[in-house]
């Protein structure tokens, strides 16, 4: 099992969790759920209590990873399998991202 914190604009907002390659959990955190100045962080994920599950990693995250070339580079420098997503995202969308994302490893 994998976790990453989920940070908007520097701000915790969730955990995403992998279970293994078959099981995905997003939560909110708590303080950012019940503060209503912050939004959800995507459309496709909105603000709830509930966790969300998923048999693969969320359109969401996976949306912000690189693809075909960048991505194989990626994977051979960082020394990590281009099939793992979840890896992928917790290596390379930590500082510079487009958004207002990031992802922190715990």
Same mark, same amino acid.
Do not use: C
């Given at each position: 099992?994998? !976790? ?8 915790? @907002? ?5 279970? $293994? ?6 939560? +909110?955190?708590?303080? +950012?759920?019940?503060?209503?100045? $912050? ?8 603000? !709830?209590?509930?966790? +969300?599950? #998923?048999? &693969?990693? &969320?359109? *969401? *995250?996976? $949306?912000?990873?690189?693809?075909? /070339? ?14 793992? #997503? *979840?890896?992928?995202? @917790?290596?390379? @969308?930590? +500082?510079? !991202?487009?958004?207002?994302? !990031? /992802? $922190?490893?715990?």
């Amino acid at each position: 099992m994998r !976790t990453l914190e989920i940070y908007r604009n520097g701000i915790l @907002a969730g955990l995403l969790i992998e279970e $293994n390659r078959k099981k995905y959990i997003f939560r +909110y955190d708590e303080q +950012y759920f019940i503060d209503d100045h $912050n939004p959800a962080i995507s459309l496709t994920l909105p603000k !709830t209590q509930k966790e +969300y599950i #998923s048999e &693969f990693l &969320f359109p *969401f *995250f996976f $949306n912000m990873l690189s693809e075909g /070339v960048n991505r194989k580079l990626q994977s051979l420098q960082l020394k990590i399998d281009e099939e793992d #997503s *979840f890896g992928l995202l @917790a290596a390379t @969308a930590q +500082y510079d !991202t487009i958004g207002a994302i !990031t /992802v $922190n490893p715990i």
